[in-house]
């Protein structure tokens, strides 16, 4: 059964710092792994998504990374904004039953 | 707007009413999950669609929980006599094979 664990549950930043995010799963034979931000009365958002065969992935000041033989998942948010604060989920898609952290809340102060 | 779309956003009732949410995934989209998500928890999975056919279900799944998706299109979720611990956010998820899951905003549940 896979578990995905998420620390620290709530994080405080100034604006501008760079920061990371992460992310631990107990089943090395991960299908995909995935990163969400979630807004407070909201849904999740997509924001990365890395196969299991890739190692990384980026999309504008995010980089989301995937070791699997260590069971762990990091994002690295650059120059951070206040915009920027949320929660963010990682999770494990499958074509089925899906796995989620608890979320790591971030705020950004300016 | 070609998102998932929820309905209701909020739905108040009382316990031991029975209560229907529906959900519009993306058109092109085959996949539909559901999932309960409380305040500070990530969300659980509860079932998942693969067109009209419920393929897999979660033991949070009880028999007091039914979900349908008659046309493999939009999908109810359903609760009946709700209790206490029903009240929840509930997400829909729709997607393509081997593609994101796209959520919905939710139908947030509280049971008075």
């Known amino acids: 059964k896979q578990e995905v664990t998420q620390i620290p549950a709530a994080l405080s930043v100034p604006e501008g710092e760079n920061l990371v995010l992460n992310c631990s799963f107990t089943d090395s034979a991960i299908y995909n792994l995935q990163w969400f931000r979630q807004d407070p009365g909201k849904g999740l958002t997509s924001l990365l998504l890395i196969q299991s065969s890739q190692r990384e992935q980026t999309s504008g000041r995010l980089n989301a990374s995937l070791d699997k033989s260590s069971g762990r998942s990091t994002l690295y948010i650059a120059a951070s904004q206040p915009g920027d604060s949320a929660t963010y989920l990682c999770g494990s898609p499958r074509e089925g039953k899906s796995t989620f952290g608890d979320g790591t809340t971030l705020t950004v102060k300016p | 707007d070609t998102g998932v779309s929820q309905n209701p956003r909020h739905k108040i009732t009382k316990r031991g009413q029975n209560v229907t949410f529906r959900c519009d995934p993306i058109?092109?989209?085959?996949?539909l999950y559901w999932y309960r998500q409380t305040l500070g928890q990530g969300p659980e999975f509860l079932t998942y669609f693969q067109n009209e056919a419920q393929l897999e279900k979660s033991r949070l799944l009880s028999d007091r929980f039914s979900a349908e998706r008659p046309k493999g299109s939009f999908s109810t979720l359903e609760i009946q006599r709700t209790e206490q611990g029903d009240s929840a956010m509930y997400l829909c998820a729709s997607s393509s094979s081997g593609r994101p899951q796209h959520f919905g905003d939710g139908t947030r549940l509280s049971i008075l």
């Open positions: 058109s092109e989209h085959n996949r």
